[in-house]
């Protein structure tokens, strides 16, 4: 029993002993994992300044242009038709003849005017000189005002169709009202031909029409519209000279409006080609600047850029009123920005106010693309 008892009691003192080992472990695991969290907390936070991709602030002068595509046209492609109707007698031009202004073109036969007048002109003769001879025995006083009224109007009758009858005779002849070419023939002798269907068709040699399609927004500028100039692949070096003729009132299924101009015919130049037409508008007298569109971004409904501060390199929101954007990625904007400042350029809605930036070291000239 004896043995039993001091097994029993080393048994006891072993497990005390194990636990106290357990407990001491336990406690040097908490204080170390205390140690760590307060080294942790005391760390110090390292700001690092985000990269950013910056570009000038430049000045403008006030004068803006666009530039548009164009497509030259024949600047007159007139059909041509007879006042009268009848068989045509001959055609005297074929298709792309040139042919000078008073040209005879073609001809209706005149046999039927030809009578119509020759019986005209004959009352013309008789009535005329009858009323010519009361007029003159009314000057006399030899006659009444009455007979002297009905004189009068008969000549004034007689002198009405004379003149008709001469004009259809005349009209039986279709000549060239301009300089140019012979472009359609649309009938040949001896078909009949009704009063005002087009015979021929012909294209002014003097001048062509440039059309271009504008959108709203120029449209509505359409009064600041100052100078108008054309540039052709065909003669990359030649601003060729436009006059603008008028432009429509109303937008096709586009939205867009049409703008025809006048361009001086030139010999490397032909209807079909296409042109860059530009438009420039009258100077504004408000200092303007122009940045990048990829700087703008908005901020509870305006427009802001963010500004560079080279002395702390640190950046600062700028409001700017966007008066108009360029076909060139530009914005016009009316602001406190002056030209050789410098702003962000991408990625401007993930910056803050205050924050520090580095800016985006230039790409090397042999770096063609920043490939590399």
């Not at 803006?64 to 024949?74: E, H, N, R």
């Not at 046999?111 to 000057?139: C, H, M, P, S, W």
């Not at 901020?299 to 950046?315: A, R």
């Not at 700028?318 to 002056?338: H, P, Y």
Request: hydrophobic share 40%; proline share 5%.
């Amino acid at each position: 029993h004896l043995c039993d008892r001091r097994q029993r009691q080393m048994c006891i003192r072993d497990r005390n002993r194990i636990m106290k080992m357990k407990w001491l472990v336990w406690g040097c695991i908490a204080a170390s994992i205390g140690i760590l969290g307060s080294c942790r907390n005391k760390q110090v936070q390292v700001d690092i300044p985000q990269l950013v991709k910056t570009a000038p602030v430049n000045g403008h002068d006030g004068m803006t242009s666009v530039t548009y595509p164009g497509k030259i046209q024949a600047a007159s492609n007139v059909k041509l038709a007879f006042r009268v109707a009848g068989p045509i007698r001959k055609i005297y031009v074929n298709e792309g003849q040139y042919v000078k202004k008073g040209q005879l073109l073609a001809e209706l036969d005149p046999r039927d005017y030809q009578i119509q007048f020759n019986a005209t002109q004959a009352e013309y003769t008789q009535v005329k000189g009858e009323a010519d001879r009361i007029i003159e025995l009314y000057r006399r006083g030899s006659v009444s005002v009455n007979e002297y009224d009905k004189a009068v109007a008969a000549r004034k009758r007689v002198t009405a169709l004379y003149n008709a009858h001469r004009n259809a005779l005349n009209d039986t002849r279709l000549k060239a009202p301009f300089d140019g070419y012979v472009q359609n023939k649309y009938f040949n002798a001896p078909e009949i031909v009704n009063q005002g269907t087009p015979v021929v068709s012909m294209i002014d040699n003097d001048y062509f029409e440039v059309d271009v399609n504008i959108p709203s927004g120029d449209f509505i500028r359409r009064e600041d519209f100052m100078t108008f100039h054309a540039n052709a692949d065909v003669c990359p070096d030649s601003i060729l000279p436009l006059e603008l003729l008028d432009i429509t009132q109303g937008a096709n299924y586009n939205q867009l409006f049409t703008a025809r101009f006048r361009l001086k015919r030139n010999p490397v130049l032909a209807p079909g080609m296409s042109v860059s037409v530009t438009i420039g508008f009258k100077p504004s007298s408000e200092a303007m600047s122009i940045v990048p569109v990829s700087a703008l971004f908005m901020k509870d409904g305006q427009s802001f850029v963010w500004l560079y501060n080279e002395q702390d390199e640190t950046i600062e929101p700028v409001s700017v009123a966007v008066e108009r954007l360029t076909k060139d990625g530009e914005a016009i904007v009316r602001s406190a920005l002056r030209k050789g400042q410098t702003v962000i350029s991408a990625g401007v809605n993930d910056l803050k106010e205050g924050q520090k930036v580095k800016l985006l070291p230039p790409v090397p000239a042999s770096n063609v693309g920043g490939l590399l």
